[in-house]
Each structure stands twice: as structure tokens, then as C-alpha cells.
């Protein structure tokens, strides 16, 4: 009877201390920073951040797609349906390598 008694008052204790760690925190965090922002940014730094990210964002994807394009206009990696295949390539590749390579 007495565990459970201990144990119970320890639950409480426990949970009380945690809610007022949780409302310290969150008057700690909300004190510094006028916009009310977690960043500590104000509305407008945040609406410039965001601009700024979207514009290179945007110019990172524009990038890579120009980047995939060419080397899809370089080398497709699948592979033309009328039959000249990759593997078809590192044969004709290997063929011609290894002469060379054991000439010496």
C-alpha cells in the first residue's frame, strides 16, 4: 500500500515539474523575439529569407534540369528500342581495351 502511495505522489510530482519546465521553455523561447517567430526573425526578415530561398531554389532546379537534358542528349541512360544497348557498348569497349592492355 505504501509502494503504491509513493508511487503515485512520485507521478504527480513528476508531471508537475515537467509542465513547468514546459511553460519556463516556452516563455524563454517566446521572450527574445518580437515577431513571435522561433527563428527569432521578424515578419519581414522572414518574408526576405523566403524569397531569397525560393529564388535559389528555383534556379538550383532550373540548373538541373538543364543538366539532365544534357546528358540525356549526351548519353540516354535507357537504352534506343531499335537495339544498340549499353551492354552492347562496354563489349565493343572491352574489345577493343584489353588488346591494348595485355600488348605491353
Excluded: C, D, Y
Amino acid at each position: 500500500m505504501a509502494s503504491k502511495t509513493m508511487t503515485m505522489f512520485a507521478a504527480r510530482t513528476w508531471r508537475g515539474a515537467s509542465r513547468k519546465a514546459v511553460s519556463e521553455f516556452s516563455n524563454m523561447s517566446n521572450s527574445g523575439n518580437a515577431g513571435g517567430h522561433s527563428s527569432g526573425l521578424t515578419n519581414e526578415e522572414a518574408k526576405e529569407f523566403h524569397r531569397l530561398f525560393m529564388a535559389s531554389f528555383f534556379m538550383f532546379t532550373l540548373i538541373a534540369i538543364v543538366a539532365h537534358l544534357l546528358v540525356w542528349n549526351w548519353r540516354p541512360w535507357f537504352p534506343p528500342l531499335e537495339g544498340a544497348s549499353l551492354i552492347h557498348g562496354v563489349k565493343v569497349a572491352l574489345q577493343e581495351a584489353l588488346p591494348i592492355a595485355f600488348s605491353v
